[in-house]
């Protein structure tokens, strides 16, 4: 095990960062905005530099004990493809809104808080996708979840603490579902490691008790994931928080700890089950069109990027379930890959332009002071930075070349035209002309309607300037991840991982 | 199976407070009330007949069957967890006290749409 | 806030030793018997805590209670967090390995870093608690003022 320590160094490093803010920080003031940016930086450029290297499935036990008797004991640390491609989406996003952060908060009260909560946050999320065993998921799912309880309600307004309270409630429950869940895991196979319940659960025949298991840990991820019908916590929370919270909880949050363990469990974990994969698309498609229409109405600038995220979140659920059904009902498996790499593209590429429509919204905030888009107008003269950004992430948003939400969307329509799924195809594409119907509204009242109306309003400073530059630079560098040769480093290994479903478990017992 | 099904129960009274309450420390109470189910279920898993508690030096000497300390292990840290996430929620729940003036949450509808 | 009646103040002063020293109990022998850092940090707590509520406290006391409280905690996690990496330069190179000699099992001085580890959660454990109670405390002063 010579170099897969740098594996713990994901966990360890937020961590350590998180309780180091508040003890050398009484003593050096300042130093807690660039402990945390540095941390970030680094922990960026490990993520960038171990997805160059593209290794081979690697795992770390804790504390170096071996299995016995071909039962693993320890806490093991996994990362494969999947894991990998989670990982550049978290950690390059936390290192921009760190940044970022360095001049937005200097409007609310205590800093210190702010920085420990979100090394907290990214330490948990890290956690999430590198756990190899249930119960640690479940711990790190906490922490990184009661870190954003704590982050949503920081400037504690009224809309703030009653967002906060909802979120809490559902998420709470959530909780309580998915350890249910876990529980009747360890009842029906006496092990938590997932790759040891994965060779159990392999010809098992599916029973009424695993169905009610998959249902329960479906329901409870689903509520974190905030898919129809389960997303009531999202507009709330995700438009009271701060913009730079904002842009992680929509951007990394609910895929990291939502999306990202329903993918791992379905098809890693329990045998591949067709009506389980019906009911993943229809949630999908019930996201996708549902959030675009509810969308339309809102006049709260970070509301209807809001209700935007769940319809995004919806096509990437449509790309996976159209692979899990394909693979289910024995049909091509290239179909199957396609579908799903579109699904984990159009992931990051939302992760991107997800984040850099909420860090617009916050500077948009910053300079007028307000949210609604009645009031506003005539920034286009006098942010021109902004006007430029937020230009190319509605246009990804929306899905026109040359932007990568193109790419991505066409990519799962292809699949689904391929797949015989027509009308999720029609679908697919009456959303993202609603989409970019919003989008235009979007950029008509905030930039180009009244010249007089913000007269105040001067462009950002510069770290918030740096942060969505590079964003915006990133939404079109990521349109060239389909060329073969790059798509080989990033994006061939995440799906290799999800479509051969037992490799995964045969490779950690083998190790 | 009587035990299970006891456990099944509680986690029922739990969800029918947290869905029809009016009150917000309510709501929270019967949050706790539905995990501790769930952490009673977790405990009793593990039982194995005629077992002891699993702490060396053995008990009786003579009897070699102890029961599984894993759902223990697993349910202490789960109650720390559900400390912290009870006292997040009840800070809310006081400053939400004071913006507002009430505790009701038919009142508390500043976001709506 | 006010302070109780003299009985309750001297019955609390020998109930609080007496809680603290079972706490402390708790902690250091939670590789013999059940227990450890996450029981006997809380009853290390709840000492503390009868102290405050048995003799009251002025606003900035409890302030500056806070603010060491807080301290503490963070470092005692640090200290877990440094105490789990150096396993990483030592011995068999992992992280959270157990580096210090493995006694005699039943032994109180024994089981490597364990005992270590306790402590340290349970100090870390009782720091917490102590904070999330002033804060409410605090709170409840300040919009009472």
């Keep these: 095990m010579d170099a897969s320590y740098l594996i713990t160094l994901f966990v360890i490093v937020p961590l350590g960062g998180a309780f180091l803010i508040p003890t050398l920080g009484r003593l050096i003031p300042g130093l807690h905005r660039f402990l945390s940016s540095g941390l970030m930086l680094f922990l960026m450029v490990l993520a960038i530099l171990l997805a160059f290297q593209r290794p081979e499935m690697q795992t770390y036990r804790i504390g170096g004990w071996e299995a016995v008797n071909n039962i693993p004991i320890a ?148 509520i974190k994931a905030a898919l129809i019908p389960f997303h009531a916590w999202l507009p709330d929370a995700h438009s009271s928080a701060p913009s730079p919270i904002s842009a992680m909880l929509s951007g990394v949050l609910i895929k990291a700890a939502g999306l990202y363990v329903i993918v791992r469990f379905l098809f890693n974990m329990f045998p591949l089950n067709e009506e389980i994969a019906l009911l993943i698309t229809v949630i999908g498609a019930l996201s996708m069109i549902i959030g675009v229409i509810l969308a339309i109405g809102q006049w709260d600038l970070k509301r209807l990027l809001a209700y935007h995220s769940i319809s995004q979140m919806g096509y990437v659920v449509i790309g996976i379930g159209m692979g899990m059904l394909l693979l289910a009902r024995e049909g091509n498996p290239l179909i199957a890959a396609l579908a799903i790499g579109g699904g984990l593209y159009h992931m990051i590429n939302h992760a991107v332009f997800k984040g850099l429509l909420f860090l617009n919204a916050g500077a948009i905030e910053y300079a007028t002071g307000t949210r609604d888009l009645n009031l506003m107008g005539g920034l286009a003269r006098r942010m021109p930075w902004t006007l430029g950004t937020s230009f190319s992430a509605s246009m990804a948003i929306s899905g026109l070349p040359p932007f990568n939400g193109f790419f991505s969307k066409l990519i799962i329509i292809i699949a689904a035209v391929q797949g015989g799924f027509y ?26 309607n009244d010249p007089g109306a913000n007269p105040e309003a001067k462009e950002v400073p510069f770290p918030m300037l740096f942060s969505m530059i590079s964003l915006a630079i990133m939404c079109l560098v990521l349109s060239l991840l389909i060329i073969p040769g790059i798509r080989e480093t990033f994006l061939t290994p995440a799906v290799e991982s999800l479509t051969q479903t037992i490799e995964y478990a045969i490779k950690i017992m083998a190790i | 199976m009587t035990v299970y099904t006891l456990c099944f129960l509680l986690f029922l009274v739990g969800l029918y407070g947290v869905l029809t309450s009016r009150n917000l420390i309510k709501i929270v109470i019967s949050l706790t009330i539905m995990e501790f189910s769930v952490f009673l279920l977790l ?12 702490i060396l030096p053995l008990p009786s000497p003579d009897n070699q069957i102890i029961v599984d300390p894993l759902p223990q ?39 709506k749409g | 806030m006010q302070g109780l009646s003299i009985i309750v103040k001297k019955v609390a002063q020998i109930m609080s030793a007496l809680i603290f020293i079972y706490g402390a109990y708790i902690i250091t022998h939670g590789h013999l018997t059940p227990g450890g850092g996450f029981a006997g940090g809380a009853l290390v707590a709840g000492a503390f805590m009868l102290l405050i509520l048995s003799f009251g406290a002025r606003f900035l006391a409890l302030k500056r209670e806070k603010e060491g409280s807080s301290f503490i905690e963070s470092l005692a996690v640090l200290l877990v967090l440094c105490l789990a990496t150096g396993g990483l330069f030592v011995g068999s190179l992992t992280f959270f390995h157990n580096y210090l000699p493995l006694g005699q099992a039943g032994h109180l001085v024994s089981a490597g870093l364990i005992p270590l580890y306790n402590i340290f959660i349970g100090i870390e454990v009782a720091a917490a608690l102590l904070s999330i109670f002033l804060v409410l405390i605090i709170y409840k002063e300040e919009i009472s003022l």
């Excluded at chain 1, 996708?129 to 009661?146: C, H, K, M, P, R």
């Excluded at chain 1, 704590?150 to 504690?156: E, I, K, N, Q, R």
């Excluded at chain 2, 009793?44 to 508690?53: E, K, P, R």
Aim: proline share 1%; glycine share 6%.
């Design chain 1, 75 to 222: 806490i093991y640390l996994v990362l494969d493809g999947l894991s990998l491609f989670l990982l550049l989406i978290i950690n390059i996003l936390g290192f921009l809104s760190s940044f970022y952060a360095i001049s937005y908060i200097k409007r609310y009260t205590n800093p210190h808080l702010f920085y420990t909560l979100m090394c907290l946050m990214i330490a948990g999320m890290n956690g999430v996708v590198l756990a190899g065993d249930l119960f640690n998921l479940y711990v790190f799912l906490e922490i990184s979840v009661i870190s954003s309880y704590a982050l949503v309600a920081y400037g504690v307004e009224r809309s703030e603490l009653e967002a906060s309270f909802k979120y809490q409630v559902l998420g709470g429950l959530a909780s309580i579902l998915i350890l249910l869940g876990i529980s009747l895991i360890y009842w029906r196979t006496k092990t938590l490691n997932m790759a040891d319940v994965a060779l159990i659960l392999k010809d098992s025949v599916p029973d009424i008790f695993l169905r009610f298991v998959q249902l329960l840990l479906i329901v409870g991820f689903s």
């Design chain 2, 43 to 54: 405990a009793l898993m593990g039982y194995i007949q005629g077992g002891d508690a699993p």
């Design chain 2, 73 to 111: 292990a697993m349910v202490l840290t789960a109650i720390v967890i559900a400390l912290a996430t009870n006292a997040m929620i009840l800070t809310i729940a006081i400053r939400l006290y004071k913006k507002y003036g009430t505790f009701d949450i038919r009142e508390i509808r500043d976001l």
């Design chain 1, 423 to 448: 009308f999720l195809a029609v679908l697919a594409v009456a959303g993202s002309v609603i989409t970019l119907a919003s989008f235009m509204k979007f950029q008509r009242y905030a930039f180009f």
